[in-house]
């Protein structure tokens, strides 16, 4: 009866059984590659981590009382600014809960040029937030996580991580 109901996976079908695993693994390729990630811009903008591949995503994380956070704000502004020659993007993700409007004003205050992201609604991303600040996450051309990378940050020291990155890849 079993050959009956599953004639692919008699003794004698070794190509129904190959052509099964083949899609299994198949559909297994497909579900690492769907990106879940979701995450709001303080301007309103709706993106994922995909919508950057082919690019570094360098992710700040960062708190207002955070001292070595404000140092490097404008290290980072530079490194924003030299995005399209560098082949990067730089996010600020709030290390706290607060509100947009509390973000938008400390935007203002600490004269960050780079885009933030909103914490309203809650970000979804495939990366935890990190246990000491300041930290930076990199997501690879290819999506691939590396870091937190701890301690102040400057243009310098994330081009030396970018290019440790690409010469073990």
């Not at 993106?47 to 950057?52: N, P, T, Y």
């Not at 404000?70 to 502004?77: F, I, K, S």
């Not at 970018?162 to 890849?169: A, T």
Request: charged content about 20%; proline content about 7%.
């Amino acid at each position: 009866m079993s050959r009956q109901i599953l004639p692919l996976f008699n003794n004698n079908n070794s190509l129904g059984i190959r052509a099964c695993l083949v899609l299994l693994l198949f559909l297994g390729l497909i579900s690492c590659q769907r990106d879940d990630s979701s995450f709001q811009l303080l301007d309103g903008s709706q993106h994922k981590l995909s919508d950057f591949r082919g690019k570094w995503v360098l992710v700040n994380f960062w708190a207002e009382w955070c001292g070595p956070c404000l140092e490097e704000v404008p290290e980072l502004n530079h490194a924003y600014e030299m995005r399209d020659q560098a082949n990067w993007e730089i996010f600020a993700f709030s290390y706290d809960k607060v509100s947009n409007k509390q973000l938008r004003d400390a935007k203002a205050r600490f004269d960050i040029s780079y885009p933030m992201v909103a914490t309203q609604p809650e970000p979804k991303v495939p990366f935890k937030r990190p246990s000491k600040l300041p930290a930076l996450i990199i997501v690879s051309p290819q999506g691939d996580i590396f870091g937190p990378y701890y301690g102040r940050q400057d243009i310098y020291s994330v081009q030396l991580i970018i290019d440790q990155l690409k010469s073990q890849q």
